[in-house]
């Protein structure tokens, strides 16, 4: 398979151990403002909005976002 027969591939990050959709949309949209930055991300990420936070007796209280979630950082790609 040559370069040109591969599909374009979303840009996605993993994140750290204690990120929220604020530290995500600062670390990685920084040029956005972040209110507008953490909606975007979350409707690009359904998949980890729609969970359940975190219990409020855990560490990670109130957190949707977890270390093994795969966090797009862009809008879907266009088929056009």
């Known amino acids: 398979m ?23 949309a600062r670390r ?4 956005r403002p ?7 991300l979350q409707s690009w990420n359904l998949h980890v909005f729609m969970r359940a936070p975190a219990p409020e007796t855990s560490p990670r209280a109130g ?7 795969v966090i797009f950082v862009e809008p879907p790609l266009s088929d056009a």
């Open 63 to 69: 957190n949707q976002v977890l270390p093994s979630d």
């Open 2 to 24: 040559s370069v040109s027969e591969l599909s374009p591939v979303r840009k996605s990050i993993l994140p750290t151990g204690d990120d929220t959709w604020a530290t995500i």
């Open 34 to 40: 972040e209110d507008k930055t953490v909606s975007d």
């Open 28 to 31: 990685e949209l920084a040029d």
